[in-house]
């Protein structure tokens, strides 16, 4: 067997924010009728999280479930525990109209925690990150600079970035360029 | 700078979010058609100045097409409306008709 490496395995930043790569994190990206009560509940099985509504993520200690589209979810699950998840998944949707792939090898996550997390997102998406129009719970798929991001932030202040695999060294040069130490816009605290 | 609605995800972000998918409603003559309206199918396409339907797509968002009534000399976007459609909802064609008393586009009015 290869021995599974995350992207930038680890890497980490700091700046006036830290900015880190997660490491291997299993992600399943779920493709179906998201009102249909039976794709419902094996999704919600798989991660132990709430079913999130438009727009939303639900996180549950390592767990989180995520709304990408009207028709699509990316369930975030501990790495080893993946294939067993899509396995459950594939036995409780059997017959139904639906995609449950292993996504965690083609994409990356990064962590961006301290202060001035909200800045250093702001820097590099069309996105409002003020606290009163990005509140937790809320997850957005935007760009960063020029390549497709999706990011939250939680409770904590801390943000998750998750981006595409092949672009995760640019995504990493681009949030290191934006929590450089002497860039504070000190805007958004 | 044109400010969307993503109708298929409910975002509001602006142009660079999304990308431009062409004239909105063609109708498209493939194999069977005549020359004449393959040809139209192909190149004649209607050059707006003010009312003007495009197709666009949330390509850095959810992915969807949805379709958008904007007007190309001030770059107001009157509304964005589902990709499933042959033709404008009568809201957004109300909503034109409001602020552009008279417009045309198309055989829509």
């Known amino acids: 067997m290869s021995n599974p490496v995350s992207a930038l395995q680890g890497a980490s930043f700091d700046g006036f924010a830290k900015v880190e790569e997660a490491g291997l994190c299993g992600m399943i990206t779920l493709r179906g009728d998201l009102a249909s009560a039976k794709v419902k509940k094996a999704v ?6 709430e079913m999130p509504g438009q727009r939303e993520v639900k996180v549950a200690g390592e767990n989180a479930l995520a709304w990408m589209s009207p028709d699509e979810l990316l369930a975030l699950v501990p790495y080893g525990e993946v294939t067993d998840k899509i396995a459950a998944i594939d036995k409780a949707l059997a017959g139904q109209h639906y995609l449950a792939v292993n996504v965690s090898d083609a994409r990356a996550v990064f962590r961006v925690s301290g202060t001035g997390v909200r800045e250093v997102i702001a820097k590099l998406s069309p996105v409002d990150l003020s606290a009163d129009a990005f509140t937790p719970g809320m997850i957005r798929r935007t760009r960063m600079a020029q390549v497709p991001a999706a990011f939250w932030i939680g409770e904590d202040g801390s943000a998750t970035v998750i981006c595409f695999r092949s672009v995760a060294e640019y995504v990493f040069n681009l949030l290191k ?13 | 700078m044109l400010i969307l609605t993503c109708p298929c995800c409910g975002v509001t972000g602006e142009e660079t979010e999304f990308h431009a998918g062409g004239e909105a409603h063609i109708k498209r003559f493939g194999p069977g058609s005549s020359e004449d309206e393959f040809h139209g199918y192909l190149f004649t396409k209607e050059n707006a100045k003010g009312v003007h339907f ?8 959810c992915g969807k097409w949805f379709h ?4 190309t000399v001030t770059l107001e976007v009157f509304g964005t409306y589902s990709a499933q459609t042959y033709e404008p909802p009568q809201e957004i064609k109300d909503k034109i008709s409001a602020k552009r008393p008279g417009w045309s586009w198309r055989e829509f009015a």
């Not at chain 1, 919600?44 to 999280?49: D, E, F, M």
């Not at chain 1, 360029?177 to 605290?189: I, R």
């Not at chain 2, 958008?68 to 007007?71: G, M, P």
């Open chain 1, 44 to 49: 919600v099985n798989a991660t132990g999280t």
């Open chain 1, 177 to 189: 360029g934006a929590a450089a130490p002497g860039s504070e816009v000190g805007l958004l605290g």
């Open chain 2, 54 to 61: 495009e197709r666009w797509r949330h390509n850095n968002g």
């Open chain 2, 68 to 71: 958008a009534a904007r007007c």
